[in-house]
């Protein structure tokens, strides 16, 4: 492969080589090994993980309880010998529960930091609707800023950090939703389904077998200098200047639907996508492109992730809502709208 640049391609950015695709290849391969092995089924589930570890962003999960977010996260962290740590977010959850605090010791008359649990590779904030607006908004700045600030010193947050946020559609008792803008954090949003019969018959074998128990899991097959490399390799993905106008397309006709989708769905939009959308749209593609074993990013890449870049960007009317429109029939619509490179 040539070491010029390829058009439209930065000169400051160098081109990916055969030996570095041929490593990521490798790493991913065992990460994923690792994780199908414990991990029955949730294909969407472990490709949203990768991406936004690969990408450096965040995932939001949408799921009723029981379909294996915990363990997703779990194994994908011992997978590559990360620190996990698992916040089971509630309504009298302080910020200084997740970002940490100054405890005074007596014995020396001097404040000892205590630094939270978000200060980890891995964090899973569990039913994050639940916690109040104050907690979600400084789980959030972490999460942006990838630091903490305790008593005036600044904690950096380690690398990688991942954070997985879940929460649940159909108990709404006692929950602050996510406002649109700290959803728009997250580079991805998921809807996690329930598993096929056949799926549910592996997961019972393999409970009998043994597989879910902590003694019997493998230790981790990559390390951190290996996460850290695929997060440098992702983000030199090759993409071309017709691949970026596609992608800077769909977002601005999910800001003027009316003018290409027509007039019954564009009625439904309340707002498009902020430029954030169109930064995560490319991210994204860079990283599924990598574990699809390419260096260059083609249309399909952004045609699969539409939806989890998206449905938490596209924001419905109360119409919409009554009607039971779903971000995707408009998202699906917004594609069709755009002609593909």
Known sequence: MSAEPLPG????????????????????????????????????????????????GHVLLESVPGLAKTTAATTLARAIRAQFTRIQCTPD????DITGTQIYDAHTGTFETQLGPVHSNFVLLDEVNRSSAKTQSAMLEAMQERQTTIGGVVHRLPDPFLVMATQ???????????????????????????????????????LDAGVFDASAQEPGVVSLDDVSFLQDVASRVYVDDAIRH???????VTRHPLAYIGEELAGYVEYGA??????AFMQAARALALLS???????????????????HRVILNFS???EGVRP??????????????
């Open 246 to 252: 596609y992608i800077v397309s769909l977002v601005y």
């Open 93 to 96: 959850l302080l910020p200084s």
């Open 168 to 206: 649940n559609p159909i108990e709404q008792e006692g929950t602050y939703q996510l406002p649109e803008a700290q959803m728009d954090r997250f580079l991805l949003k998921e809807i996690v389904d329930y598993p096929t019969m056949e799926e549910e018959l592996e997961v019972l074998k393999r």
């Open 328 to 341: 995707e029939t408009i998202i699906d619509a917004v594609f069709a709208a755009v002609q593909t490179p």
């Open 293 to 311: 074993g390419r260096g260059h990013v083609v249309p399909d890449d952004v045609k699969a992730i539409r939806h989890a870049v998206l449905r």
């Open 9 to 56: 391609e930065s000169r400051n950015r160098s081109v990916l080589t055969a030996a570095e695709l041929d490593r990521a290849r490798g790493v991913i391969e065992a990460v994923e090994r690792s994780y199908s092995a414990t991990v029955v089924g949730q294909v969407t589930l472990r490709r949203a993980l990768l991406v936004a570890l690969l990408a450096g």
């Open 320 to 322: 919409a809502d009554a």
């Open 274 to 279: 902020s430029p954030r959308g169109t930064i």
